[in-house]
């Protein structure tokens, strides 16, 4: 984990539950067919921060306090397993080479072997939470949710759409995965739109961060840019600039055009950090409605929100 992440922990005191979490993914890969063990390993042994199993257990001591678990622990090993199923297929898709500094399973196993260990991923987490039907619903929820976001946002490229048209997006694409969590963590609905919301924080401001490392375009958001992907930034530039729409939504922008829409872009940043902000504050409001004691998922939201600052 990085320093970031190791601080967030430290702070809420989880760091012997994701130990356990990582023992527990490491004993579920040596009972797996040979034949998926070393692409598992390469998927799974590569430095995860885990922060949605943090958030499973930061929202169950919020609800309940106390220890996490081990019942709940083995729970978030599912859902550790079907994110990275949705890692597997965005890699693909994104033709992404490296992750984390790895070659990505894909790249270093080839794609139809990709494929095939995803869905024996999801396969085994369906195994792993046969007896507790509650997790069925919700992962069945999560990966259809999944399925239909990547198609909508794939069919959303190089098109006019503004911040609500952002808000769909990032509900369905990060937030569904943050409401699952925070179901899990309380196995009800009550912290479920806190989840939404903390996912959309997320996922908004990985978008600002990659506009920050768009110099000359050479940073995390230059696929994004050439691709037509309606980001955060992007979503507010062409809102109210029918010129920087219109480039945006060139079948074949040029180099210059990429440009002009950068700039437009980075000049919404500081409009991007105060809808961001907001969202915050909504979440924040969710956990003071829903949890017993907040304290912990305040910190979940102002650590999330410390990423497009980086």
């Not at 219109?246 to 872009?265: K, N, R, S, W, Y």
């Not at 979940?300 to 929100?305: G, I, L």
Request: net charge negative.
């Amino acid at each position: 984990m990085n320093s970031v992440s190791t601080d967030i922990v430290t702070a809420l005191g989880f760091a012997d539950e994701l130990a356990q979490l990582r023992r527990m993914i490491g004993a579920w890969i040596e009972t797996t067919d040979p034949a998926m063990q070393e692409m598992l390993r390469w998927q799974f042994e590569q430095g995860s921060k885990y922060f949605r199993p943090l958030t499973i257990f930061a929202c169950h001591r919020a609800r309940f306090g106390g220890s996490i678990p081990n019942s709940l622990i083995e729970r978030a090993v599912v859902l550790e397993m079907m994110h990275n199923v949705s890692l597997i297929i965005d890699d693909i898709l994104d033709q992404s080479p490296t992750r984390r500094g790895r070659a990505t399973l894909h790249t270093r196993f080839g794609q139809l072997p990709a494929l095939m260990a995803s869905g024996y991923i999801v396969a085994e987490g369906y195994r792993m939470s046969a007896d507790r039907p509650y997790d069925v619903g919700l992962f069945s929820e999560l990966l259809k949710r999944l399925g239909v976001a990547e198609c909508v946002q794939w069919d959303s490229r190089r098109k006019p759409g503004g911040y609500e048209h952002w808000r769909r997006l990032a509900q369905e694409d990060t937030g569904s995965m943050f409401e699952v969590c925070a179901a899990i963590g309380t196995s009800d609905e009550s912290l479920r739109m806190f989840g939404r919301l903390l996912g959309m924080v997320y996922h908004g401001c990985d978008d600002v961060a990659d506009v920050k490392g768009l110099s000359s375009l050479g940073g995390g958001g230059e696929d994004d840019l050439r691709d037509g992907i309606l980001t955060l930034p992007a979503a507010l530039a062409i809102e109210d600039d029918a010129a920087v729409r219109a480039l945006f939504c060139a079948d074949q922008p040029t180099p210059d055009d990429l440009t002009v829409i950068a700039a437009a872009m980075s000049r919404r940043l500081p409009q991007a950090e105060e809808k961001l902000d907001e969202l915050a504050t909504e979440a924040k409001w969710q956990a003071e409605l829903h949890a017993t004691d907040p304290a912990g998922l305040y910190a979940m939201v102002d650590h999330t929100r410390e990423l497009s600052r980086r």
